[in-house]
């Protein structure tokens, strides 16, 4: 076939339960000069795609251990790879929850492998070569300062020494400034921030585990001029100390 010229090696993550699907897919994205991984169910799904970092996921929604609109979810806490679900669900409003959960294309079962592959193809050439950083803007507040293109943040030219769930909690503060972000909300992003590097999946952080976070942050950050303000009952937001 090959139908994606590419000057990298796309890496695609086949999340499906069924063995004589992820085995079909595969072949027929290797053809076409892609790395395939599987995986099936939603947390083995999880622990791909935080190690392997894809260029694309295709996603079955029913898996043994959950559902695939939650897996969605919890990865659109932390990534932005395009995700095509495949799914023999044909309900149209299973499609638009797909859709609004973060999904980026949706293809029935039983499908074409000519038209899966060409939805992949489109899919990775609107994702752009990984191997160049992404221009995406730095983010500032204060004198904070998230890099655009490495995953650091910064206090002026100094890099902020953050344990990883520290730097977690300020990233997700960082990525909504001005907006409050909820404790479940952190939760599902240090859950998400976890399995990208190994952790444990019962290793649950509680109510109290955030505030002892969100308490260290503030201390490392007391002199970059933003601040972490409580917004009793509702959760936490980031903002320059001026505007205060």
Excluded: N
């Amino acid at each position: 076939m090959r139908a994606m010229p590419f000057t990298f090696t796309p890496t695609v993550l086949v999340i499906d339960d069924e063995p004589h699907i992820r085995r079909f897919v595969r072949a027929a994205l290797e053809e076409e000069g892609c790395e395939v991984h599987e995986a099936d169910r939603v947390e083995r799904g999880l622990i791909e795609a935080g190690t392997r970092q894809p260029d694309a996921v295709i996603l079955d929604l029913g898996l043994p251990d959950g559902d695939g609109m939650q897996l969605i979810r919890v990865l659109r806490t932390w990534t932005e790879v395009p995700v095509l679900v495949l799914s023999a669900r044909v309900d149209e409003r299973d499609k638009i929850e797909a859709l609004d959960a973060g999904a980026d294309d949706y293809l029935l079962k039983p499908f074409e492998m000519l038209e899966l592959v060409a939805r992949v193809g489109a899919l990775l050439r609107r994702r752009g070569d990984p191997t160049e950083p992404a221009a995406r803007p730095d983010i500032l507040v204060g004198r904070l300062r998230m890099s655009g293109v490495e995953r650091r943040i910064f206090v002026d030219a100094a890099p902020l020494e953050l344990s990883p769930r520290e730097f977690a909690v300020l990233e997700l503060l960082m990525l909504r400034q001005g907006r409050v972000v909820s404790k479940v909300q952190l939760q599902d992003h240090l859950a998400s921030f976890g399995h990208a590097i190994g952790e444990a999946s019962h290793d649950v952080v509680g109510d109290t585990a955030i505030e002892v976070y969100v308490h260290r942050v503030r201390r490392k950050i007391e002199h970059s001029e933003a601040e972490i303000v409580t917004v009793r009952g509702f959760g936490y937001l980031l903002q320059a100390r001026a505007a205060a």
